[in-house]
């Protein structure tokens, strides 16, 4: 069954500071990988998704995530962190190749931003 | 354009008693999923619709839970006799059409308190 694992309950991190955050999935096939941000009282909004082609796939908001399937991972980075960042990340695994559209969401990794 | 919506944003029952929440999707999308996220946890698949069908229903926890979508737009979630552990946020979302390739939308939620 497909699974996705985001080791990082919270992270804290300065302002102007590097982030990575951590996603590793299970999945038989080649996997549609997605990150979801959340912020409070706002919908999950997508930040970036993969599907195929290039590993290194680029989002809004400066974000970006790099697929290494060496490692069944789908990592989240950013160069420097904002003050708005701060949010509860979600990564995703759609199951598209089981017939269904549903995703699999990990349990979230929340981002705290100190200025 | 609007995004998704949901009402009520907030709701707060009794043990035993049927709830409905609604989901208005974007315009023109054909696919609208339910998800529900219980505190601390990444969403949960119910349910997903492409037009007035229901494609996949195996999210669904019991038969409590039920979901509609009678012309291809709104859609509902009924739950009946309602437990404490339903309490939860109810998420809908939507894509232009169904595939794991599209983006699901998502509202922000309603929050469901069983007293």
């Known amino acids: 069954a497909q699974s996705v694992t985001q080791p990082d309950i919270h992270i804290t991190v300065s302002e102007g500071a590097s982030l990575e955050l951590r996603c590793n999935y299970s999945?038989?096939?080649?996997?549609?990988l997605f990150w979801y941000v959340q912020s409070p009282g706002q919908g999950l909004q997508l930040l970036l998704k993969?599907?195929?082609?290039?590993?290194l796939v680029q989002g809004i908001k400066g974000f970006e995530a790099e697929f290494k399937r060496s490692q069944s991972s789908f990592n989240l980075r950013k160069p420097s962190v904002h003050w708005s960042d701060a949010a509860e990340y979600f990564c995703?695994?759609?199951?598209?190749?089981?017939?269904?559209?549903?995703?699999?969401f990990g349990t979230g990794t929340r981002l705290q931003v100190f200025p | 354009g609007a995004g998704v919506s949901q009402t009520p944003s907030n709701k707060v029952t009794e043990k035993g008693k049927y709830v409905e929440l609604r989901c208005d999707p974007i315009?023109?999308?054909?696919?609208l999923y339910w998800y529900r996220q219980s505190l601390g946890q990444g969403p949960e698949f119910l349910i997903y619709?492409?037009?007035?069908?229901?494609?996949?229903d195996s999210g669904l926890p019991n038969d409590r839970f039920f979901a509609v979508r009678p012309e291809g737009s709104v859609s509902t979630l009924k739950i009946q006799r309602t437990e404490r552990g339903d309490s939860a946020v109810y998420l809908c979302?939507?894509?232009?059409?169904?595939?794991?390739?599209?983006?699901?939308?998502f509202g922000p939620g309603t929050r469901l308190l069983v007293l």
């Open positions: 979302a939507s894509s232009l059409i169904s595939g794991s390739l599209e983006t699901q939308y």
């Open positions: 999945y038989g096939a080649t996997p549609y």
């Open positions: 993969y599907f195929s082609g290039d590993t």
């Open positions: 995703a695994v759609g199951a598209g190749g089981d017939n269904t559209d549903k995703l699999i």
């Open positions: 315009s023109g999308h054909t696919a």
């Open positions: 619709f492409q037009g007035t069908g229901a494609a996949d």
